[in-house]
């Protein structure tokens, strides 16, 4: 019994020195995991953009109507690929990228998601199949920067009947502003149902820490439409009630029917936000009051006296007899693995 307690402990006396990667081995193998590369990334946007068919068009474009590249990330291989690659020494997996194409120029826009590789060199594209029970919605797609135009753009079309009510009730307008203007933040979700595309817009002031300065007025925005056109105000709710339109609310407030609150200027005299002779906005980053201890003085840093204790190579981390490796998707954030 004893001989084979000691071939036992031997035993996995070797397993466990057969699973401690070499210090080479770990990079190699958390490879398959790593983020994409810079010279990756543009060629995948540069095959994208020789793809004819595709029609992309920049993202910057203001319109809804146009295809474009949304997101380029890493496409984790096969779970069945990858354990045979670490466990079995088997060839490295196919690299390849995920690339996501909002498709607006077309009769039925859709969200539609590419595997293209093999990397570095990419000479191929196809279809991925959405995972059971989910299917990208052409209506949940994450608001763009044209996108955000276009709406500030319907929402100075639409209020121009408010346009004495702002100056009278906020000292801010959307029509010819100049440091006096409104600003808006969106809020999710966008709809009660299924392909609905539908924000409500809280309208605030535009200085610094704009989100602590709203005005008491919210609109109700379909934006569903590819054609920024169509898009149109529903709803208007202001100081606790609502109006069917923005028409509504500027007719009501002119036969005194609206109880308004009017608020006070954050910029006294009328000046910029800049102007040194009045204190800081309270929604600002600069310091207010008096301070017992200087505040130009840095705060706590933390120190390691040794140097860090751990080791970072590649995507992969290793700490004492620990390592993992990591990625940073732009879609979903950091992800250990």
């Keep these: 019994m004893p001989a084979l307690g000691w071939a036992v402990a031997a035993i996995l006396m070797l397993q466990t020195a057969m699973a401690e990667p070499s210090p080479g081995t770990l990079p190699r193998k958390a490879g398959v995991f790593s983020d994409l590369s810079n010279q990756e990334l543009k060629a995948v946007h540069s095959f994208l ?23 380029i990330e890493m496409l984790l291989p096969k779970k069945y690929h990858v354990l045979r690659f670490l466990d079995k020494g088997e060839r490295h997996p196919v690299r390849e990228a995920r690339a996501v ?8 826009p859709n969200v539609t998601e590419f595997a293209v590789g093999p990397l570095p060199g990419p000479c191929y594209m196809r279809a991925l199949s959405p995972r059971p029970g989910y299917q990208s919605s052409w209506a949940s797609r994450p608001i763009s920067t044209a996108e955000y135009a276009l709406l500030y753009h319907t929402l100075q079309e639409a209020t121009k009947p408010l346009h004495q009510f702002f100056l009278n009730t ?8 100049h440091d006096r203007c409104l600003a808006f933040t969106d809020v999710a979700p966008r709809g009660v149902a299924s ?37 149109a105000v529903e709803q208007v709710w202001y100081n606790g009630k609502f109006y069917g339109s923005p028409e509504e609310l500027a007719r009501k407030y002119a036969d005194g029917e609206v109880d308004v609150v009017v608020l006070e200027d954050p910029l006294p005299g009328g000046k910029g936000h800049d102007s040194t002779e009045e204190p800081p906005l309270f929604s600002s980053h600069k310091p207010r009051g008096d301070f017992p201890s200087p505040i130009h003085v840095s705060g706590p840093r933390l120190v390691q006296p040794h140097g860090p204790r751990f080791r970072l190579e590649g995507n992969a981390v290793l700490y004492g007899g620990w390592s993992f490796a990591f990625r940073l998707r732009s879609s979903s954030g950091l992800q250990v693995l």
């Design 49 to 71: 953009w020789s793809k004819k068919e595709l029609r992309l068009q920049p993202s910057s474009t203001t319109t809804m109507a146009k295809n474009t590249v949304f997101l």
């Design 101 to 108: 194409i909002f498709f607006g120029d077309q009769e039925h």
């Design 170 to 177: 906020t000292g801010f307008s959307f029509q010819d502003c």
């Design 195 to 231: 392909g609905q595309r539908r924000s409500w817009l809280i309208i605030q002031r535009y200085v610094e820490g704009y989100f602590l300065h709203p005005t008491g007025l919210e609109l109700l925005v379909d934006h569903g439409s590819t054609d920024a056109g169509h898009w």
